[in-house]
């Protein structure tokens, strides 16, 4: 069975202090590893999408790299704006999205 | 990225009504469509897979007849809430693939749903 943990389930961080969001997985072929911003009452909004071991990707403030484990989303220097909920997800075999339970991130100026 | 757009954005219904959720893909055509349910700070839950002129494929525990989920055309999919009991309120949000392949899936704004 696919599946999908998160950590921290929750983060708080002083403007400036860069941070890692973790998301480790377990799934039967994976085809694609995403990941998500949420703000509240809200649709997730799409960040990043890798596909093989190795692969890294950037926007802004944000990096995504991803091992056969566990995927890495960094903050560097973030700011109060970058406060929502990041949610990573896979896609295997299965032809699901699943995803993890969060880390809800809070940037305090 | 690609646009989705739900409707409504919220809902207020009384106990045994039905309330129907719309899902359009604004700028692209979308050959499958989900459906997710979400519950206050957790994640996304996976009710069912919805294919363009197909029946809904739906996940184990979502009651088909209670979830009914139409999928007429490339651009829309609903979701009709069948006798709304207030235990069926939660976030509803829709989302969209671009193709049958691998490709990233865009999520519509989410609708609350409350039944009082």
């Known amino acids: 069975e696919d599946q999908v943990t998160q950590s921290p389930e929750a983060l708080r961080l002083q403007e400036g202090e860069s941070s890692s969001l973790n998301c480790s997985y377990t799934?039967?072929?994976?085809?694609?590893l995403f990941w998500y911003r949420q703000d509240p009452g809200k649709g997730p909004e799409f960040l990043f999408t890798?596909?093989?071991a190795g692969e890294e990707k950037e926007k802004e403030r944000l990096k995504a790299t991803l091992t056969k484990k566990e995927s890495f989303l960094h903050i560097t220097a973030p700011k109060p704006e970058d406060s929502a909920t990041y949610l990573c997800?896979?896609?295997?075999?299965?032809?699901?999205?699943?995803f993890g339970q969060g880390t809800t991130l809070q940037v305090k100026p | 990225g690609a646009v989705v757009s739900q409707h409504p954005s919220r809902v207020i219904c009384k106990s045994g009504t039905s309330v129907k959720i719309e899902c359009r893909s604004l700028?692209?055509?979308?050959?499958?469509m989900f459906w997710y349910r979400q519950f206050p700070k957790q994640s996304l839950m996976l009710m069912a897979t919805?294919?363009?002129?197909?029946?809904?494929?739906?996940e184990q525990g979502v009651e088909k007849d209670k979830f009914l989920i139409n999928h007429a055309s490339l651009t829309l999919s609903t979701l009709t809430v069948t006798s709304a009991h207030p235990e069926d309120s939660s976030f509803y949000i829709c989302?969209?693939?671009?193709?049958?392949?691998?490709?990233?899936?865009?999520f519509g704004q989410g609708t609350r749903l409350t039944v009082v």
């Open positions: 989302s969209a693939r671009l193709g049958r392949g691998l490709t990233e899936a865009f």
């Open positions: 997800a896979v896609f295997g075999n299965t032809g699901k999205l699943i």
């Open positions: 799934v039967s072929g994976l085809r694609g």
């Open positions: 890798l596909y093989s």
């Open positions: 919805s294919n363009e002129g197909s029946k809904a494929t739906y």
């Open positions: 700028d692209f055509q979308a050959t499958t």
